[in-house]
């Protein structure tokens, strides 16, 4: 029992959650949650999905493209507008952070700031908060939908048969953000903070996995957003159309049960990555984002994993199959 022990402490990570990458990684996270997200989408989406979809047996080699193609143009789309909006979003949320008695009235402070010290540490505002940064995804969804649908067949003409390293090099293009010196952002940002129902929500909704719901209410949109555009595009083929709709609802809907479900069963492991975190960095003034970076990182991660390698070969089969049968009973 005793050299069962002395493993356990071997295997214990010591020293793992304070290293700098870690830290920094979690506080980006923190930062950027929605960029955060867009970059996994961009690297899973524009290699591992595409990859997972030409090895699905018993497929049409042009519902494979169409849903190929899908995945390539929302990933890039996805990370281009994200990191546009996040950049003014953030600056002006840490110039809050700064000074918050120049942004924000005593009573705000006083709620968000509840029983903590500051308001970095506090659950609330970090709920409060965290509705702008990964809110941004909601504002994406419209026009991703939208140049994702008109993208589509560009990507299959052009890029399905070639080397797409033209197409990942442009990603650096448009992602600065040069603003003027003034404080509109951080004033607009700071007359909702105020308001009183958000804080009431962000107080009675602090402990909840909100990161999760949020990634999942905006997938959910973000599939019905793509699918309205899709069937109004003339340049997508009738059968693709139908194709990518079915398989659309059957991805979304295949990664959020097990999303949730995954997040349940890791429950206690992440709770003891939490604990790990603390105590490692407890005295860093920073271990307040370390906790929120993990927060949002966590289900970033179980999404992704899901989505874009199980879910895939799936979606792509079962659709095949749905719409082989659909076939056979019009005929």
């Excluded at 356990?8 to 990458?21: E, M, Q, V, Y």
């Excluded at 965290?130 to 939208?146: E, M, N």
């Excluded at 979304?252 to 975190?277: A, F, R």
């Excluded at 993990?294 to 899901?306: E, W």
Aim: with cysteine; hydrophobic share 40%.
């Amino acid at each position: 029992m005793k050299v069962n022990s002395e493993f356990n402490k071997n295997i214990s990570f010591n020293g793992f959650w304070n290293s700098k990458c870690i830290k920094k990684g979690l506080e980006f996270a923190s930062d950027y949650g929605a960029v955060s997200a867009a970059t996994t989408t961009l690297v899973f989406s524009s290699v591992l999905r595409p990859l997972v979809i030409s090895a699905t047996p018993n497929t049409k080699q042009e519902n494979k493209k169409a849903v190929s193609a899908k995945s390539v143009a929302s990933g890039i789309l996805e990370f281009i507008i994200t990191l546009t909006l996040s950049i003014p979003i953030v600056a002006g949320l840490k110039k809050i952070e700064s000074n918050p008695a120049k942004f924000l009235n005593k009573t705000s402070i006083k709620n968000y700031q509840n029983n903590t010290k500051n308001l970095s540490e506090s659950n609330a505002y970090s709920l409060a908060t965290q509705l702008f940064k990964l809110g941004i995804g909601f504002a994406v969804i419209a026009p991703k939908a939208i140049l994702t649908s008109l993208g589509i067949p560009f990507i299959i003409e052009n890029f399905m048969k070639k080397d797409t390293k033209e197409n990942k090099n442009n990603q650096q293009e448009n992602l600065t953000f040069k603003g003027k010196n003034n404080e509109f952002i951080p004033k607009t940002l700071a007359k909702i903070l105020n308001n009183k129902t958000l804080q009431d929500f962000a107080t009675k909704h602090q402990n909840s996995n909100f990161p999760l719901h949020i990634f999942a209410l905006k997938d959910i949109l973000a599939t019905g957003a793509f699918i309205h555009e899709a069937n109004k595009n003339k340049k997508i083929k009738d059968e693709q159309k139908s194709f990518l709709t079915i398989n659309s609802i059957i991805s979304t809907g295949l990664s959020l049960i097990s999303g949730y479900t995954i997040d349940s069963l890791t429950e206690k492991q992440s709770q003891n990555i939490i604990n790990k975190i603390k105590q490692q960095n407890a005295n860093d003034p920073n271990l307040a984002k370390y906790l929120e970076g993990f927060k949002i990182i966590k289900p970033i991660l179980i999404l992704a994993v899901v989505y874009y390698t199980i879910i895939p070969f799936l979606s792509t089969l079962w659709t095949e199959k749905i719409k082989n049968l659909t076939s056979k009973n019009e005929s």
